[in-house]
């Protein structure tokens, strides 16, 4: 075993120095064959590299243990409490290759933050920003061959954490892990940026108020798996979420978030604290705005959606997350409702500011809002 490097942090660290991580390397690695095959064809979440991190965590020692090892099956005793009552909490942030070879995130302190607010409303301990962003540097060294350089691909990086401590009783676990692994990725729909079409659920609530919509917990996901279900059997790609007391204002999907585009061209986004803040939203109209566009975060509800896109109000809008990127919505389907056509196309604004954000990504254009962190030195 070998001790990486590992900066002295700074800021919000509990410790002076930060985690020192222990690396053991896979003695089973695929070859560069393999991993080629792999990268000409990612998908989305499909396959995974070589190593994992590790972070242990415990109320007597807390955070300790730092490791980057071989990726596996992980040991959970099965009465760990993730596995009966959901404390787990997670993150998405892809690492992105540059054309000089260079490997780079985006806002991954944003990512950071989100998670300590996850941790707070599941009872998880927090992990500092710094130790975050180390955690994601030490597995992306790790694997960096493993980042792709194709157009539109990168390394999907999914921090997370569970409540590992063996005990039934209800009560926030005392023992914890904390993990990063890494896929590769190409698109997450498989039309690429094609517009896509929603499902409209009207039986079913992501989150209440109250709630944990605003955590990136998996209880979310799961109770979004069944309307998701309905979405595909409609020939939908996503499920969008009502507010769950008088179903009336628009929330999120099941894994992105919603922007509506006005005539003016006005930019219009749900404003709940039952949604997921997303990063990629937050810095879309961060690049509107200084382009000049108008924007608001508000209350919205379906029959603005509806009356808006019928008058001409409306004329664009799009789904965004870290995994779609910036998606075109053609049309929004459920029981009596449906608004615009499968057959209509991406929006020039839409499309205008995929580009701006993938070209800070990807290196393209220059980051002047200093959100690009490297990864590989
Ligand atoms: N909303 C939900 C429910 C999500 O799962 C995601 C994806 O992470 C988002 C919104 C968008 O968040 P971000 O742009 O930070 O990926
Ligand atoms: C992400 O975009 O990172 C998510 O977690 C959402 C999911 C659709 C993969």
Sequence with gaps: MTTTDNAP???DTPSEFGLQFELTPSSTARDDAEREVILSDPGFGKHFTDHMVTIDWSLDAGWHDASVHPYGPLQLDPSASVLHYAQEIFEGLKAYRHADGSVWSFRPDANARRLQRSARR??????????????????????????????????????????????????????????????????????????????????????????????????????????????????????????????NYIEELGGMNVVLVKKDGTLVTPDSDSILEGITRDSILELAEARGHRVERRRVTIDEWRDGVAGGDIVEVFACGTAAVVVPIAELKGEGIHIGSPAAEGGELTMSLRAELTDIQYGRRPDVHGWMTRLDA
């Design 9 to 11: 942090a700074s800021g």
């Design 122 to 247: 599941l009872a998880l301990p927090e992990l500092s920003t710094d130790d975050f962003v180390e955690s994601i540097r030490q597995i992306v060294r790790a694997d960096l061959d493993w980042v792709p350089s194709a157009p539109e691909t990168s390394l999907y990086l999914r921090p997370f954490m569970i409540a590992t401590e063996a005990f039934l009783g209800v009560r926030a676990a005392q023992e914890v892990a904390y993990h990063v692994i890494a896929s590769p990725a190409g698109a997450y729909f498989t039309g690429g940026v094609s517009p896509v079409s929603i499902w409209l659920t009207t039986n079913y609530a992501r989150a209440g108020k109250g709630g944990t919509g605003a955590a990136k917990t998996g209880g979310n996901y799961a109770s979004s798996l069944l309307p998701q279900q309905e979405a595909y059997e409609n020939g939908c790609q996503q499920v969008l979420f009502l507010d769950s007391s008088e179903s």
